[in-house]
């Protein structure tokens, strides 16, 4: 079936830096668009950023454009979220998620997405 696992959380200070991982196994999510989704304590699951199967067409949401940056790496499976600038109202639980279909375009709603990983926590606090 294939599975996603998001790593490189953690906690940091506002300002900081931290650059997340999502790698795949199990089957190959290289010719599939790929997103990351957010959801804090309390709040809906938030889109952040989708890329491309080639990652040719990138898509954020407007309130990371210009502090996230997202990429992926086909060969090695995984897809990358660089995170800069930190602010402590981006403290959630971050999610990678791929589409299903091979070749789709990016995405911004859930419901696109098929496949999820299991989250990790980042915290931004003082």
């Known amino acids: 079936q294939g599975q996603l696992v998001e790593s490189g959380g953690g906690s940091v200070q506002p300002g900081g830096s931290l650059r997340l991982s999502c790698a795949a196994s199990g089957r190959t999510f290289s010719n599939h668009a790929m997103g990351w989704f957010r959801q804090a304590p309390g709040k809906d699951l938030e889109f952040i950023a989708s890329?491309?199967?080639?990652?040719?067409?990138?898509s954020y949401a407007a309130f990371v454009r210009g502090r996230f940056i997202i990429s992926r790496d086909n060969a090695k499976n995984t897809v990358y979220l660089q995170m800069n600038s930190l602010k402590p109202e981006d403290t959630a639980t971050y999610y990678c998620?791929?589409?299903?279909?091979?070749?789709?375009?990016?995405?911004?709603?859930?419901?696109?997405?098929?496949?999820w990983g299991q989250g990790t926590q980042v915290t931004v606090s003082s």
């Open positions: 890329i491309s199967w080639s990652g040719g067409t990138t």
């Open positions: 998620a791929s589409r299903g279909d091979p070749l789709s375009a990016v995405a911004v709603e859930e419901h696109m997405y098929s496949y």
